[in-house]
């Protein structure tokens, strides 16, 4: 079985720094794609950034600058620092890999920024 546990959101002001963390078990991680994604409020679920199991990265315009996606293959965590952390980045941060013919979510780490 394939799980996804997301942890590391929180309340940040405006202009601080997070660094959310998603471990992975029930998978040869090293050879997985993870992506991160959020959700925001009332709006549709968007990829935000996008890691291979080679350590290509891509990310969301949005984002670019500002977010960095990584893994540790030996702790089988992928990760997304985020920093110049702004209003509009409030959401819920969901960690995804597509394992088995199926897409896989974790339960998201919520993200609040707000003075």
């Known amino acids: 079985q394939v799980e996804l546990v997301e942890s590391g959101g929180g309340l940040v002001q405006p202009g601080g720094s997070l660094r959310l963390s998603c471990a992975a078990s029930?998978?040869?991680?090293?050879?997985?794609?993870m992506d991160w994604y959020r959700q925001a409020p009332g709006k549709q679920r968007e990829l935000v950034a996008g890691?291979?199991?080679?350590?290509?990265?891509n990310y969301a315009d949005s984002v670019k600058g500002r977010f960095t996606i990584s893994r540790d293959n030996a702790k089988n965590t992928v990760y997304l620092q985020i920093n110049s952390l702004k209003p509009e980045d409030t959401a819920v941060y969901y960690c995804?890999?597509?394992?088995?013919?199926?897409?896989?979510w974790g339960q998201g780490t919520q993200v609040t920024v707000s003075s």
């Open positions: 890691i291979t199991g080679g350590g290509s990265t």
């Open positions: 995804n890999t597509a394992a088995f013919g199926s897409s896989v």
């Open positions: 029930g998978i040869n991680f090293s050879i997985y794609n």
